[in-house]
């Protein structure tokens, strides 16, 4: 058998006033969704905990079955996305060009994410691409538009904090140590590295000719980067041995590829060209001719990005076109019998209020020949309350893919040296040569 899990990223939602207290799947048309539903066994699902609300590549990383204590960090697995050489020791950090206003001794947002060509965005990092303090090297690599990467190397350490408010009208943070057990010195010298040139990139930023000109024609400076998520590489076991299944993913963008890549899965590299539906269709229809994966991940970030727009009309429109992809996965995914359909979210993103991501459960559907059939006709975080999964978390998903694929090994059968959960697993059959 095969899974084909589809993460509609951001579904899940809060009650909207304008919905009089639905959410927006609540509230949208969904006849393929709620069809699905209708056949499978239903709950809800939080990767980590209720009320925690989680980004999408940590609960990537818990979905594919992996402890949030192994996490590379978003920095690196988005930088090994975009095809940036980050080194065994180098840490990784998300960086973007920011308006700031200096306040007495510290620097004020103004504008978060300034619309700026890639053209111009590449002749302002080109001021401070490269520093180095106290044998600390940090290079400032361009991806799209405002949007940078920074490579560190020397003795460095990923355990530090952010310096990205992410709300105007708050300062500039210093970078700290994150306090932990084990963090010494390496992470203070890299955070007061790090620091030294923030402040750096302000004084160069200001004083370049560009800035000069944008002040004249009364526009923003684009005077400061900002930092966030530092990471760098980990040692993972890859999900091929983890869990006994050959992945691919299919998705389309940079934090995917970057995981899926470092966790040993094949990566499908689709674009998102503004077609909702017929992007999905075109998944849907990759994966169900995959016939060479027994654990296929397809993706799209649409409802994600149409909850950050905190329209929840324009959400429900979103949710609508991804349905009618869905009946893809009505008509020509789940006649096939050897398939596990699981659809799901990794994380709520509502379409109101002022949070990046929320903390509620998302729905959660899986279809196959295996599962039981519940009373739920309809696919929301409402009804697939009543379902018979009840409420699932973290790494209970893969185990239960596991359990549906006919997969999932015994407790107590020990057939490799590894505890691992699927069977049979890689074991060496009895040799006459060797005992003979
Ligand atoms: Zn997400």
Same mark, same amino acid.
């Given at each position: 058998m095969r899974c084909i899990l589809i993460i509609l990223d951001g579904l899940g939602d809060r009650g909207q006033d304008c919905f009089d207290g639905k959410t927006p799947l609540y509230a949208g048309y969904t006849p393929h969704l709620d069809h699905l539903a209708s056949l499978g066994m239903n709950g809800l699902y939080h990767t980590l905990m209720q009320g925690i609300p989680m980004s999408s590549e940590t609960a990537h990383f818990i979905i594919f079955g992996y402890d949030l204590r192994d996490f590379p960090g978003r920095g690196f697995i988005e930088a090994i996305g975009e095809g940036v050489e980050v080194k065994k020791n180098d840490v990784a950090i998300l960086c973007h060009l920011s308006s700031v206003q200096r306040v007495d001794d510290n620097l004020i947002l103004r504008y978060g994410c300034p619309d700026l060509s890639s053209e111009h965005a590449k002749i302002l990092k080109g001021a401070i691409q490269s520093y180095e303090s106290d044998g600390i090297r940090i290079n400032l690599v361009h991806s799209k538009k405002i949007h940078g990467f920074l490579i560190l190397n020397g003795k460095v350490s990923s355990s530090i904090t952010d310096s990205d408010p992410i709300y105007e009208g708050r300062p500039v943070m210093e970078v700290m140590p994150i306090k932990q057990e084990g963090a010494g010195t390496v992470s203070v010298k890299t955070a007061e590295a790090l620091n030294r040139y923030l402040i750096w990139c302000h004084q160069k930023l200001s004083a370049h000719h560009m800035n000069k000109e944008r002040t004249t024609s009364k526009l923003l400076p684009i005077n400061a980067l900002v930092t966030q998520r530092a990471g760098g590489k980990r040692q993972l076991q890859p999900f091929r041995d983890k869990w006994g299944l050959r992945g691919l993913s299919i998705s389309s963008g940079a934090i995917y590829w970057g995981l899926c890549e470092e966790l040993g899965m094949d990566v $499908? &590299? $689709? &674009?998102?060209?503004?077609?909702i539906e017929e992007d999905l269709k075109y998944r849907l229809r990759y994966a169900r001719d995959a016939h060479d994966y027994n654990f296929i991940h397809v993706h799209t970030k649409m409802p994600d990005e149409a909850g950050h727009t905190k329209n929840p009309w324009y959400k429900k429109e979103v949710i609508e076109a991804i349905d009618r992809a869905m009946s893809v996965a009505v008509n020509e995914i789940i006649p096939d019998r050897e398939i596990l359909l699981v659809v799901s979210a990794d994380h709520s993103t509502a379409s109101s209020g002022g949070m990046i991501h929320t903390g509620e459960t998302v729905p959660l559907t899986m279809v196959g020949k295996y599962v039981r059939r519940d009373e739920v006709g309809h696919f929301n975080e409402i009804a697939c309350a009543k379902g018979s999964l009840g409420i699932m978390k973290g790494k209970e998903l893969m185990y239960m893919i596991l359990n549906f694929l006919d997969m999932a090994k015994m407790q107590g059968l020990m057939d490799t040296q590894i505890d691992q959960p699927y069977y049979p697993g890689h074991f060496n059959p009895l040799n006459f040569k060797k005992y003979g």
């Open positions: $499908v &590299k $689709v &674009k998102d060209t503004g077609n």
